[in-house]
C-alpha cells in the first residue's frame, strides 16, 4: 500500500531556483493538501484541493503555486525560492466526510 | 481567525507516568477534532472525536472531546519510551463547503527510560 507519495525526499535549492514538489495517492481520495511544517510552528496550511482541478489558498499561499491536473496526483510549485521558504513540505490526502488525513513522508527543503 | 491551541509546548516524564495533554479550539464550522502522533517522518492518525463526550480508547491511549467548553484532552497512561514523539491536534472544518484542518504548533513529550 503506497498511500501518499511525495517526491522528492529532500532538496537543496539556491535562492531564486525553481522547483515543483510532486504528490501522489493511490487512495482514490478527492481532497489533497500541502501543508509546511516549521520548528514551534506546526502544520501550516499552502494550498488546498477539493477535487480534480480545484485549488484554495490556505493560511500562507504566498510564494507557491498549485497544480490538481487529476485525482491522483497535487502538486506544489515554488518560483522562485527564498530562505524563508525553507522548511518540512508535507501533503496529505482525505476521502471524504469527516475523515482523518494521510499524509506522505515529507520533503525537506533548504534554500540556501 | 481559526486557531487551535495545545498545552503544554514540552514535557518530560518518567516510564510509567500517566501524562495528559491539552487541545483547545476557536474555529468556525467545526467538524471533527483529530490527534496525530509525529516521531520523525509523516505524522501518523491516532484518534478522530465529533462527539462530545464520548471517549475513544486504543491501547493505553485515550482521548475525549467536549464541544461546549472546545476543548480535548489525550491522555496516555503507562508511558513508554516508545511514546515519545510530537502530538499533534488538527481541527477539521469546512470555508465555503470545502473541508479542511487546522493544525496546533504540537505538544513534544519525552519519556524518560
Known amino acids: 500500500n503506497a498511500g501518499v507519495t511525495q517526491t522528492p525526499k529532500f532538496q537543496v535549492l539556491k535562492t531564486g531556483q525553481s522547483m515543483t514538489l510532486q504528490c501522489a495517492q493511490d487512495?482514490?481520495?478527492?481532497?489533497m493538501y500541502w501543508y509546511r511544517q516549521d520548528p514551534g510552528m506546526g502544520l501550516r496550511l499552502i494550498y488546498y484541493?477539493?477535487?480534480?482541478?480545484?485549488?484554495d489558498k490556505g493560511e500562507v499561499p504566498n510564494g507557491y503555486n498549485v497544480s490538481r491536473l487529476n485525482k491522483r496526483e497535487f502538486s506544489l510549485r515554488l518560483e522562485s525560492a527564498a530562505p524563508s521558504q525553507t522548511s518540512v513540505y508535507f501533503c496529505?490526502?482525505?476521502?471524504?466526510?469527516?475523515?482523518?488525513?494521510?499524509f506522505g513522508q515529507g520533503t525537506r527543503l533548504t534554500v540556501v | 481567525e481559526d486557531k487551535v491551541v495545545q498545552s503544554p509546548l514540552s514535557l518530560v516524564v518518567h516510564e510509567g507516568d500517566t501524562v495528559t495533554l491539552n487541545c483547545s479550539y476557536e474555529v468556525t464550522n467545526f467538524r471533527s477534532l483529530l490527534w496525530y502522533k509525529q516521531e520523525k517522518k509523516a505524522p501518523t492518525f491516532l484518534f478522530m472525536l465529533t462527539s462530545s463526550g464520548i471517549e475513544k480508547k486504543s491501547g493505553r491511549l485515550s482521548s475525549i472531546l467536549d464541544k461546549k467548553e472546545l476543548f480535548s484532552i489525550l491522555n496516555i497512561t503507562a508511558t513508554q519510551t516508545g511514546d515519545s514523539a510530537v502530538y499533534l491536534c488538527a481541527v477539521g472544518c469546512t470555508t465555503s463547503g470545502t473541508y479542511k484542518y487546522i493544525f496546533g504548533t504540537g505538544t513534544r513529550l519525552k519519556v524518560l527510560a
Open positions: 487512495m482514490n481520495h478527492n481532497s
Open positions: 484541493s477539493a477535487s480534480e482541478g480545484t485549488t
Open positions: 496529505a490526502s482525505r476521502s471524504g466526510g469527516s475523515t482523518e488525513a494521510f
